[in-house]
């Protein structure tokens, strides 16, 4: 499960994952600093998502030295991913896939150190941008061990977001990606839809995020995020990586993962 720190009930979030049963908890939208302590005394297993080598050091550091634990493996989240961003706004624009793979280089520095201390090996997937087979195996040849890839899945049967949210990506051009400036106070990739162009009136609040005040927020993002995937675009938000303007059909994803992995062992 993925449980974002920036959560205002986080811990609540994390004792209930474990209680359901869920094998991992991967965490981001902040540092997760107290995830160790969250899961002790059981067998799930945790990961942070991370967009820089110091963000990793942080952590790793950190559950090194409270915890004497460390993570199971590693998301690295590019600034070419959908949604909000571990990035400064400056840092987003003309990003490219290529520095998610220098971030992946500095990442694993980092980590190689906990490996040696630990004496297991510590999985690093990249995300963010990733939308080819060809990108796989770029990514895989620069010294990852997997993927994490988002945007590519709305377009599938399975994804069970409505059917208008999946239009919006099949009908999306170029510019119609932009960054805005979540009132989670991050920023974040998303398609534009009419909802962006004008203020909303927060009518009821769900308390998600720490960051976030019912009287400063100019719209309730939980709200819009739900009603887009509901198909209420005119009152939503779609949250997009940078290639979301590529997507063309809708397939199943068992085409999507034989196109994907092919040639890949
Ligand atoms: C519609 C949408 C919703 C997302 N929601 C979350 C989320 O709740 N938490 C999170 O950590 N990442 C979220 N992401 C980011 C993805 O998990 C993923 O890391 C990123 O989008 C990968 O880039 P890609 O979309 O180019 O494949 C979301 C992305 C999209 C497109």
Redesign the pocket.
């Known amino acids: 499960m993925?449980i974002?720190v920036a959560l205002r009930d986080y811990k609540q979030h994390v004792q209930a994952a474990i209680e359901a049963g869920v094998d991992c908890i991967?965490?981001?939208?902040g540092l997760p600093l107290s995830l160790p302590s969250l899961v002790k005394d059981t067998n799930v297993k945790i990961a942070p998502?991370v967009s820089s080598s110091k963000a990793c050091e942080v952590i790793l550091k950190s559950w090194h030295r409270k915890y004497q634990r460390v993570a199971d493996f590693i998301?690295i989240?590019?600034s070419?991913?959908?949604?909000?961003l571990g990035f400064l706004l400056e840092n987003i624009q003309n990003n490219s896939t290529q520095k998610l793979l220098d971030i992946l280089g500095e990442v694993k520095a980092v980590v190689k150190k906990y490996e040696a201390l630990y004496h297991q090996k510590i999985p690093i997937f990249v995300?963010?941008?990733?939308?080819t087979n060809d990108d796989i195996k770029q990514a895989l040849t620069a010294g990852a061990d997997g993927?994490?890839?988002?945007?590519?899945?709305?377009a599938t049967n399975e994804c069970d977001?409505s059917d208008a949210f999946k239009q919006a990506f099949i009908n999306a051009k170029k510019e119609d990606l932009s960054i805005i400036k979540s009132p989670v106070g991050m920023p974040a990739?998303a398609l534009s839809t009419p909802f962006l162009k004008k203020h909303q009136k927060i009518t009821k609040c769900f308390s998600c995020i720490q960051s976030c005040h019912v009287t400063n927020a100019p719209y309730c993002i939980t709200q819009a995020?739900i009603n887009a995937?509901n198909g209420n675009l005119d009152e939503g938000i779609?949250?997009?990586?940078?290639?979301?303007y590529r997507i063309e059909k809708i397939v199943s994803v068992k085409t999507l993962i034989d196109e994907l992995m092919e040639g890949i062992v």
């Open positions: 993925n974002m991967i965490s981001g939208a998502i998301v989240e590019g070419l991913a959908g949604g909000h995300a963010g941008g990733i939308y993927v994490q890839m988002a945007t590519r899945f709305i977001a990739r995020l995937v779609v949250f997009s990586g940078t290639n979301g």
